[in-house]
């Protein structure tokens, strides 16, 4: 751990351990043209960081939701090719032409905006065409893409770099409506139109490029395997794979407690006898769930310790039972210490919910460090 400790948590990213996993992704890939999803704060990894890391370990492209995210990205030096995927309004358009950023064409409606908007603008607009397979959120639907591609083609400021979709049940290997939305997308790919046309076709998250290699196609999106997050049954398909993002914190206080003692807001927790206590100061104010309350762990010295009480804004307590502790030792809330560890997927399935939502919602709070 660091000597300078500014605030009293640290989030760790291992940009080796990255790297690694984008090399891995990458080889994994083949052929097919690797685009690395970054939006949100990069899963709450660092946008600006990951992305360099992701640019030096050679991705062809990168994705964010909005054109905020980037134009930090060009603001910070990425060169590398980014598109982005969610929707802009009229008033964004000569940012997006201005920083580079390839952008989304879901609609004629959208086109035509962008045509006016483009008035005597020297750089062409590089857009991808949104086709909706089934996901009912953004694009085209198979019998429109056609004519909106004919659409952009014959607007000047436009070139169309490729044509994409989403897949909306692609963890689940065995749901039928994968065949159909693949159908719909190899339909469109099919269509005359499109021949000997030097387009980039992707569909494939990262569920998508593990349960279904046939559509890793020109190109492939997946995010949340590079950030080192591998279902446990293909652990073992993709043995170098590991999460690079580690949660960790020092005891702030220990203190011995009577039986029969409440602890925290609302005495959720009370002593079943004589034990100790200790503080983490790290709380949901940072983004560290509450409903991790009464059922999350915590690591220290090698072991796993439960969370006692209700987790407050800023702190929460650990019951340690008879062990030793020191106010400063180090305490490991997501990762690795010895042989233990907690993975981001069982703090996901204590909070219900999914690994992607509790990395997204560690805040600038707490501060991310960098291991090279
Ligand atoms: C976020 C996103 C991805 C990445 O999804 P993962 O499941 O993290 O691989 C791919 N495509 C689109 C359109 C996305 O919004």
Not at 79 to 87: F, N, Q, R
Not at 100 to 115: G, P
Not at 282 to 305: E, P, T, W
Request: include cysteine; charged fraction near 25%.
């Amino acid at each position: 751990m660091k000597e300078s400790y500014p605030h009293p948590a640290q989030i760790e990213i291992d940009l080796v351990q990255f790297k690694k996993n984008v090399s891995l992704v990458k080889q994994y890939l083949g052929e097919t043209k690797f685009c690395l999803p970054v939006k949100a704060n990069a899963y709450g990894h660092g946008l600006i960081e990951m992305s360099k890391a992701a640019e030096e370990a050679g991705v062809d492209m990168l994705a964010v939701a909005h054109l905020h995210e980037g134009m930090m990205l060009r603001r910070s030096g990425i060169k590398v090719p980014i598109l982005v995927l969610g929707a802009f309004h009229e008033d964004q358009v000569l940012d997006l032409i201005q920083y580079d950023l390839q952008f989304t064409i879901s609609s004629r409606y959208k086109a035509d905006l962008v045509h006016a908007r483009h008035g005597s603008e020297k750089k062409k607009c590089l857009v991808h065409l949104e086709l909706d397979t089934g996901m009912q959120r953004t694009g085209v639907r198979e019998s429109s893409l056609p004519h909106l591609y004919q659409h952009v083609k014959s607007l000047s400021c436009f070139d169309v770099v490729g044509i994409y979709s989403h897949l909306a049940v692609a963890d689940e290997k065995e749901h039928p409506f994968n065949e159909e939305q693949q159908n719909r997308f190899q339909e469109v790919m099919n269509h005359p139109l499109f021949k000997g046309e030097p387009l980039l076709w992707h569909i494939a998250n990262s569920s998508g490029i593990v349960n279904f290699p046939n559509l890793h196609l020109q190109m492939a999106r997946p995010a949340l395997i590079t950030f080192g997050y591998v279902p446990e049954h293909l652990k073992e398909k993709f043995p170098g794979i590991k999460p690079c993002f580690s949660l960790k914190s020092r005891i702030a206080y220990f203190k011995v407690v009577e039986e029969g003692e409440g602890i925290s807001y609302g005495h959720t927790y009370h002593t079943k006898s004589e034990t100790r206590i200790i503080t983490i100061p790290v709380g949901y104010g940072d983004g560290f769930r509450r409903a991790l309350s009464n059922c999350g762990s915590i690591l220290h010295r090698g072991k796993r310790y439960p969370i006692v009480g209700a987790i407050c804004m800023d702190q929460f307590m650990c019951d340690i039972g008879s062990n030793e502790a020191y106010v400063g030792d180090e305490v490991v809330l997501i990762g690795c210490q010895g042989a233990e560890e907690i993975q981001m997927e069982e703090i996901a399935s204590l909070c219900d919910t999914i690994p992607y939502e509790i990395l997204c919602q560690f805040n600038e709070r707490i501060p991310r460090v960098y291991l090279r």
